[in-house]
């Protein structure tokens, strides 16, 4: 049972590129989210998924796009990538609304 | 507009001495209470959740959580504090029961000396 994976867990881009970080889940976890950590803003919150077939914008959906390809797996998508989306990027699920989530060890992305 | 708030970026303790950290928030409604630790180059661990009942709630690693509705605030607590205790903290609410959004707050940065 290996929870939330993600790939890669890190990741260098130069201004303009596109790269796709992916998260599975095998917890058959109805609720799938992406969130970005940076120093002194805790968590925000990108883009989520409620269900399988359904995607919402989070706080800070702008530059980003998401896919939720089936119940296990929730990829985030940067189409042109700019030096204000370095950060560690997270991929969380959950079971049941009032449920923890659990999260996926991160992904460190850089762009210069 | 609903927020989580902790007010402190750092707390100091000694090894042994009890540790507070400190979570208020500003939610409409019944919410449910969340507390992450989160260790160096590591996603968040659950450490313990408030949804009803007893006002002290025990979690993981010997952690408890006192809510209190007045002063809406839900802070993170343990007796006696181990150097391994060392880690980031972030609380996180849950605004509506049912919903999916979860709000997080900054994190607070726990140091044990020893």
């Known amino acids: 049972n290996a929870g939330v994976t993600q790939t890669p867990k890190f990741q260098v881009l130069k201004t303009g590129q596109s790269m796709t970080l992916q998260c599975a889940q095998d917890?058959?976890?109805?609720?799938m989210y992406w969130y970005r950590q940076d120093p002194g803003m805790g968590l925000r919150l990108i883009y989520y998924?409620?269900?399988?077939?359904?995607?919402d914008k989070g706080e800070v959906p702008n530059g980003y796009n998401v896919s939720r390809l089936n119940k296990r797996e929730f990829s985030l998508r940067l189409e042109s990538a700019a030096p204000s989306q370095t950060s560690v990027y997270f991929c969380?699920?959950?079971?049941?609304?009032?449920?923890?989530?659990?999260f996926g060890p991160g992904t460190r992305l850089t762009v210069t | 507009a609903q927020s989580v708030a902790q007010p402190e970026d750092q707390v100091n303790v000694a090894e042994g001495n009890p540790l507070t950290v400190k979570c208020t928030y500003s939610?409409?409604?019944?919410?449910?209470l969340f507390w992450y630790v989160q260790y160096p180059n590591r996603g968040l661990q659950f450490l313990l959740k408030?949804?009803?009942?007893?006002?002290l709630v025990k979690g993981s690693y010997g952690f408890e959580a006192e809510f209190n509705k007045s002063q809406t605030s839900f802070h993170l607590k343990k007796p006696s504090a181990l150097v391994s205790d060392s880690a980031l903290y972030f609380c996180?609410?849950?605004?509506?029961?049912?919903?999916?959004?979860?709000?997080f707050g900054t994190g607070t940065r726990l140091k044990v000396l020893a």
């Open positions: 969380a699920s959950l079971g049941t609304g009032g449920s923890e989530q659990y």
């Open positions: 917890m058959n976890h109805n609720s």
């Open positions: 998924s409620a269900s399988e077939g359904t995607t």
């Open positions: 939610v409409s409604g019944n919410p449910y």
């Open positions: 408030y949804i009803t009942g007893d006002n």
């Open positions: 996180a609410v849950s605004p509506v029961s049912g919903t999916y959004k979860y709000i």
